[in-house]
């Protein structure tokens, strides 16, 4: 069950085209699973649809123009045919992903184990900069960090916990320099997560510490 969602600001400026790329394409993901978002983020752009008509009905209109607009919109559509959706996988195993993710599936590079039982994947966004698939699996964690910027990250697949909650596929999480967490998984299959950080993580516990100086190297 979702039950972390974006902000209606968020999902209202997201409907604007008025958030950074990287919320963009997390937002797009969750609502992607989300009926809820989905459905106010449609209903901002009905708003904004009646604003534009009633912009288009006070000012010149073209014949012309609508008469060739009103053809276009009349051709027929034709039937796209039927591919396979492309799927992560990770040591035989596939997982589906919303369908704002699928497009960079083939941009993903090769997984890498970071620590005990997670593993990492970067994926690139273009000029968006660097996300990275991150799978956990059961007992995995990430030790105890924060964040000297903000991490945006959504659940692909499965569940885990950070000590402030739990987490279940679907769910987008927002953290920054204000959160303290360490992300585990329990799940009997693990846990992925797809995850856009602008900032190097800064781990706060332990030996993890000693990372710091190399955390550029594995969250960047």
């Known amino acids: 069950m979702i039950n972390y969602h974006p902000t209606d600001k968020q999902l209202r400026q997201f409907a604007e085209g008025n958030i950074s790329s990287a919320l963009a394409l997390v937002a797009a993901a969750h609502c992607d699973v989300c009926s809820k978002c989905q459905a106010k983020v449609d209903d901002v752009n009905l708003e904004l649809a009646s604003d534009i008509e009633n912009i288009k009905a006070?000012?010149?209109?073209?014949?012309?123009?609508?008469?060739?607009?009103?053809?276009?919109?009349?051709?027929?559509?034709?039937?796209?045919?039927?591919?396979?959706?492309?799927?992560?996988?990770?040591?035989?195993?596939?997982?589906?992903?919303?369908?704002?993710?699928?497009?960079?599936?083939?941009?993903?590079?090769?997984?890498?184990?970071?620590?005990?039982?997670?593993w990492q994947a970067p994926v690139d966004l273009g000029e968006a900069g660097m996300a990275h698939f991150i799978y956990m699996e059961k007992g995995g964690r990430v030790p105890e960090h924060t964040h000297r910027g903000t991490e945006f990250t959504l659940v692909v697949n499965g569940e885990f916990s950070?000590?402030?909650?739990?987490?279940?596929?679907?769910?987008?999480?927002?953290?920054?320099?204000?959160?303290?967490?360490?992300?585990?998984?329990?799940?009997?299959?693990?846990?992925?997560v797809f995850s856009i950080v602008d900032k190097p993580l800064h781990f706060t516990s332990g030996i993890a510490r000693l990372l710091n100086p190399f955390s550029h190297l594995f969250f960047k």
Request: proline share 8%; with cysteine.
């Open 58 to 118: 006070h000012t010149f209109s073209d014949p012309a123009f609508d008469k060739m607009l009103a053809s276009i919109t009349q051709l027929p559509v034709l039937d796209a045919p039927v591919q396979k959706s492309p799927r992560i996988e990770l040591d035989g195993r596939f997982f589906d992903v919303p369908r704002p993710l699928q497009r960079f599936v083939k941009k993903t590079g090769n997984w890498s184990k970071l620590l005990g039982k997670v």
């Open 162 to 192: 950070d000590g402030l909650a739990d987490y279940d596929s679907g769910d987008l999480i927002v953290m920054d320099d204000e959160h303290i967490h360490s992300p585990h998984s329990n799940a009997d299959d693990g846990c992925l």
